[in-house]
């Protein structure tokens, strides 16, 4: 009976852990706008211009395709195939 609730207590433990990665997305996107401003400041563009604007907007579109590479390089890849052969 210990034994079970031991592995119990392990596999809730477990469970958390995969949720607390989930994170929350406002979160997440507020930390991303805040370090986006910040690099575009870094690299001496002014806030409120169009050079800032295009800063930002170059930075988004380069997370967006690093984390569709993400998605797409992750987890099992499935895939079958159809031969036809003619046998002599």
Do not use: W
């Amino acid at each position: 009976m210990s034994k079970r609730i031991v592995q119990t207590a392990v596999l809730l433990g477990l469970l958390t852990g995969l949720t607390a990665c989930a994170g929350d997305p406002a979160a997440e996107q507020a930390r991303n706008d805040a370090k986006d401003n910040q690099d575009c400041v870094d690299m001496g563009f002014k806030p409120d211009t169009e050079p800032y604007g295009n800063c930002r907007l170059k930075l988004k579109q380069i997370r967006a395709q690093h984390d569709a590479d993400a998605e797409r390089n992750s987890g099992p890849n499935f895939s079958f195939g159809v031969g036809v052969s003619k046998g002599f």
